[in-house]
Structures are given as structure tokens and as C-alpha cells.
């Protein structure tokens, strides 16, 4: 599916901060970034990340911090009401 179209059936950009443990030495945090469109307000994709890294990454989650923005509302979108050809 084409970016705009995700953006057109209500898909947000959803961005998460995941903190893990660091496998060799539990007692540090890393940080990963994560982002994807996904539908609010359920998140599936994010859930279906986030059950991944638990199945099959040696690193344990700490604390998962997320935000998503509509970047595109239906109003926005208008059509043409005239074509420019220039040279």
C-alpha cells in the first residue's frame, strides 16, 4: 500500500522510544527507535513489534514510550479545479 493511501484509510505515523536491557550487561539501557505507520487507537503493528523483540530478542524490555500524529486530514485533500502547463 502507497504511503498516501495508508495516510487516507486513518493510518498515523507512530514513532516509539524503547528502552532494553543490553543483554551482556543488564544493568545498561539502550535506546531504539521505532517507526511505522499504524492505525490508532489499537497500534497493532507496534503490538506486533513489540511481541517479536519478546519472542525472539535476547535484550529485555525496560519501558516503551510512543506518539503519533495524523499527518493528513481528509479536508486537506481537494481536487484540481484547473491544469498549468508552463514552457
Do not use: C
Not at 539502550?30 to 523483540?53: G, M, N, R, S, V
Not at 514510550?65 to 481537494?78: D, Q, V
Request: glycine share 4%; net charge negative.
Amino acid at each position: 500500500m502507497l504511503e498516501i493511501e495508508k495516510k487516507l484509510k486513518g493510518y498515523v505515523l507512530t514513532t516509539a522510544e524503547i528502552l532494553y536491557h543490553l543483554p551482556d550487561y543488564p544493568d545498561f539501557l539502550q535506546t531504539y527507535i521505532w517507526q511505522e505507520y499504524d492505525l490508532a487507537p489499537k497500534y497493532p503493528t507496534l503490538h506486533k513489534f513489540l511481541d517479536f523483540w519478546q519472542r525472539e530478542l535476547d535484550g529485555k524490555l525496560h519501558s516503551v514510550r510512543f506518539a503519533s500524529n495524523k499527518l493528513i486530514y481528509p479536508g486537506e485533500i481537494r481536487f484540481a479545479s484547473g491544469s498549468y502547463e508552463l514552457h
